[in-house]
């Protein structure tokens, strides 16, 4: 029993100990996008910054414990404070240093169900997890229904809502005259995507969330997704390919009556993109077939 105790302090231990190793080697990598957008990449989703006149406009925020390394990351190429915080919707790698940020000064803003889905408790019946209501101070100040446009650091910022997408609560923020767009999480590029169907996401939606996006732009847009690298129309086009391709695999199955777990195991339908390694990441080529069945089930 001893021995027993022993080593499982010792598991205990290691694990905390590569938990704080893994926050303390996390590095915020900045990338200059055009002349006065950057992207920061660190742990959860990318980060985008316009600098200019009028201070820093900051599109999402990762999380709590990285703050200083943000901010350091932003003094890199700016003395100017963060003025708006921008939250692309309400999961925790995006919006995890909206504390932090609101005591530094930002004012932040989102869709309305990104505050209303922080300001209540969050269980995800999926993983089996429950998340406590957002602090008051970490909440969207300001919030908007459907679209809204900002004047800052001499250009236009077109924010619009993109509905059922990742979540019920998405944003895509599109920098008009830099012509950089950031998608949030209604892009995964080059992976499958999560759709976050507990909290208001839908197949149907993503699709057309990213058909909205591409109305927007033009060929020379440069894209910052929600998670991995820079991106651009071409691919942006293909990824909706994708999408609308397994939807139509996925359908075809539901109509013959196959079941959730049929979907699950037939590899057929994914093996394409499997092929191209979309399913090597966060989302496996299981989890996208089940989220797609769970999601078209309902409507086919």
Same mark, same amino acid.
């Given at each position: 029993?001893?021995? !027993?105790?022993?080593?499982?302090?010792?598991?205990?231990?290691?694990?905390? *100990?590569?938990?704080?190793? =893994?926050?303390?080697?996390?590095?915020?990598? /900045?990338?200059? /996008? *055009?002349?006065?957008?950057?992207? !920061?990449?660190?742990?959860?989703?990318?980060?985008?910054?316009?600098?200019?006149?009028?201070?820093?406009?900051?599109?999402?925020?990762?999380?709590?414990? $990285? +703050?200083?390394?943000?901010?350091?990351?932003?003094?890199?190429?700016?003395? =100017?404070?963060?003025?708006?915080?921008?939250?692309?919707?309400?999961?925790?790698?995006?919006?995890?240093?909206?504390?932090?940020?609101?005591?530094?000064?930002?004012?932040?803003?989102?869709?309305?169900?990104?505050?209303? #889905?922080?300001? @209540?408790?969050?269980?995800?019946?999926? #993983?089996?997890?429950?998340?406590?209501?957002?602090?008051?101070?970490? $909440?969207?100040?300001? +919030?908007?229904?459907?679209?809204?446009?900002?004047?800052?650091?001499?250009?236009?910022?077109?924010?619009?809502?993109?509905?059922?997408?990742?979540?019920?609560?998405?944003? @895509?923020?599109?920098?008009?005259?830099?012509?950089? !767009?950031?998608?949030?999480?209604?892009?995964?590029?080059?992976?499958?995507?999560?759709?976050? !169907?507990?909290?208001?996401?839908?197949?149907?939606?993503?699709?057309?969330?990213?058909?909205?996006?591409?109305?927007?732009?033009?060929?020379?847009?440069?894209?910052?997704?929600?998670?991995?690298?820079?991106?651009?129309?071409?691919?942006? =086009?293909?990824?909706?390919?994708?999408?609308?391709? $397994?939807?139509?695999?996925?359908?075809?199955?539901?109509?013959?009556?196959?079941?959730?777990?049929?979907?699950?195991?037939?590899?057929?339908?994914?093996?394409?993109?499997?092929?191209?390694?979309?399913?090597?990441?966060?989302?496996?080529?299981?989890?996208? #077939? #089940?989220?797609?069945?769970?999601?078209? =089930?309902? /409507?086919?």
């Amino acid at each position: 029993m001893k021995f !027993l105790k022993i080593i499982t302090f010792i598991v205990f231990f290691t694990t905390v *100990s590569i938990g704080f190793a =893994q926050k303390k080697e996390v590095q915020i990598n /900045v990338t200059k /996008v *055009s002349d006065h957008i950057y992207m !920061l990449v660190g742990q959860g989703g990318n980060i985008a910054i316009s600098v200019g006149e009028d201070g820093v406009f900051m599109i999402d925020d990762q999380f709590a414990h $990285l +703050t200083p390394k943000i901010l350091d990351a932003i003094k890199s190429v700016t003395n =100017q404070p963060v003025e708006f915080l921008i939250n692309t919707h309400w999961h925790g790698d995006h919006t995890g240093g909206n504390e932090n940020m609101q005591k530094e000064g930002a004012i932040i803003v989102a869709h309305e169900n990104v505050r209303k #889905r922080m300001s @209540m408790e969050q269980f995800n019946k999926e #993983r089996e997890i429950t998340k406590e209501a957002a602090p008051k101070e970490a $909440l969207p100040v300001i +919030t908007f229904s459907k679209d809204v446009s900002f004047f800052f650091n001499n250009e236009s910022i077109f924010i619009f809502h993109v509905h059922e997408a990742h979540t019920d609560g998405d944003a @895509m923020v599109y920098f008009t005259e830099s012509n950089v !767009l950031h998608t949030g999480d209604a892009y995964f590029q080059g992976k499958y995507p999560y759709i976050d !169907l507990n909290s208001g996401g839908s197949v149907e939606g993503y699709i057309a969330a990213i058909k909205k996006a591409l109305l927007v732009i033009n060929d020379a847009t440069k894209i910052i997704p929600g998670h991995r690298n820079m991106s651009n129309k071409a691919e942006l =086009q293909s990824y909706v390919k994708m999408l609308e391709e $397994l939807k139509t695999a996925v359908i075809t199955e539901i109509k013959a009556g196959k079941t959730e777990e049929d979907v699950a195991k037939n590899t057929t339908l994914t093996k394409k993109y499997d092929d191209l390694n979309y399913g090597d990441w966060f989302i496996s080529s299981e989890r996208i #077939r #089940r989220t797609f069945y769970k999601s078209l =089930q309902k /409507v086919h």
